[in-house]
């Protein structure tokens, strides 16, 4: 894999290792804007086809105000439609999760949909105008399977999960993904932020040290933060062999069993794939963690996730996949206080925007890739109020 370099990443931002304006973090707008013009059409995880095992299982998701639906069908295929029923918009299912025997039934008038999204039944059908129930189908949204990882589209176009991940294809393959399942609940955690703070903290390493100590004790001075084009970014941090200071990491260490599926390269590393705007696919030894990061409204933000892993009995795989809980669930603590801490300071006078370090490249990229999907946040100063997506329309037609 052929990876950019610091000077490469930041020679392509408007003041070389400037990060994005201070506005940017703080602006209403421009919130609404990157929700409907970036995460309303770029690809959402929503899920693994082990938590859709049968015909009939289902779970859903929202983003902003559009709601969708996973199903897998009774020719076993699995897609996505609307959660929006074409009689009076109600949610054609009503929880987060579960399973339909034969249908889809509306829980308002009982409109029925096949688990392909055709209309099945619509009660008492004689009391309305002649229907052609070919045409009221629930919408489908655009769904991706790779490695058995389920992403959803709802609006635009553009290339596909496994083409954004074509150079990453080799070594993410290593990891069978598609065989593995779930080994916890969901998880979700939100933030009274700005979606960006989180993102710039998960995108880079130059905080280990000091904002994880733990962590940097099991890995070392061997994290490092890789740009490998504008979508995507990998970090990896080889553990340690040696003698840790924190028993969580020794413990880990000495029950990470030696005998593995994945090479003798991959078997003592961390490793981080990221793409934009805040999907992340950890890779570890024993387990993987998927999440994303993502805004519910103006300094209303959330990340969501689970992990997943083969099934494997020995009690050393288990013992090192509950350290390796335990090793996240602090380090995750402490991003959280370090995200509090930065979002606060972003709101204050005294912040003019960020100054990189070649350790922060993967938040250089980021802030690049925000750049040029967004033009408007390269302005130094917002636009007038209410003329933010005319501006960013105006720069993208000059660009």
């Not at 335990?326 to 995750?332: C, D, H, L, P």
């Amino acid at each position: 894999m052929n990876f950019m370099s610091p000077e490469t990443v930041f020679a392509q931002a408007k003041n070389s290792r400037q990060g994005l304006p201070a506005w940017t973090y703080n602006n209403a707008e421009l919130t609404d804007l990157e929700i409907n013009s970036i995460f309303l059409k770029t690809w959402l995880w929503a899920g693994h086809i082990s938590e859709l095992a049968e015909a009939g299982d289902y779970q859903c998701m929202e983003m902003a105000n559009e709601r969708a639906i996973i199903i897998r069908g009774e020719d076993g295929a699995i897609r996505a439609f609307h959660n929006v029923c074409n009689h009076r918009a109600s949610r054609v299912v009503p929880d987060d999760k579960g399973h339909c025997r034969n249908a889809l039934v509306c829980p308002f008038h009982g409109w029925s949909y096949h688990l392909d999204g055709r209309l099945k039944n619509i009660p008492r059908a004689e009391t309305f105008p002649a229907i052609d129930k070919s045409t009221l189908g629930l919408k489908p949204i655009e769904c991706e399977l790779w490695h058995g990882i389920i992403f959803i589209r709802f609006f635009g176009s553009g290339p596909s999960v496994a083409e954004t991940f074509k150079d990453a294809e080799a070594e993410i393959s290593l990891y069978k993904i598609e065989d593995m399942q779930p080994i916890n609940e969901p998880w979700t955690m939100e933030f009274n932020c700005d979606w960006k703070s989180i993102v710039d903290i998960d995108s880079e390493g130059y905080h280990v040290p000091m904002g994880h100590k733990d962590y940097y004790d099991l890995v070392g001075r061997s994290y490092l933060d890789q740009v490998l084009n504008d979508q995507v970014s990998r970090s990896y941090g080889d553990i340690d062999a040696g003698k840790h200071k924190s028993q969580l990491n020794q413990g880990y260490v000495n029950t990470l069993p030696k005998e593995s599926y994945l090479p003798p390269s991959h078997q003592r590393q961390w490793i981080y794939w990221s793409t934009f705007p805040g999907f992340v696919i950890t890779l570890f030894p024993d387990q993987i963690e998927i999440y994303h990061s993502y805004p519910i409204s103006f300094q209303k933000s959330a990340m969501a996730g689970r992990s997943y892993a083969l099934v494997d009995e020995r009690p050393e795989m288990k013992s090192a996949r509950e350290y390796n809980r335990k090793i996240n669930i602090t380090v995750g603590q402490e991003d959280v206080q370090l995200v509090k801490w930065s979002a606060e300071g972003m709101r204050s006078s005294a912040f003019n925007g960020a100054i990189m370090s070649d350790l922060e490249v993967g938040t250089g990229a980021f802030h690049n890739q925000l750049r040029r999907s967004l033009p408007v946040t390269s302005l130094d100063v917002p636009p007038s109020a209410g003329t933010l997506a005319q501006t960013n329309q105006q720069m993208v037609e000059a660009d």
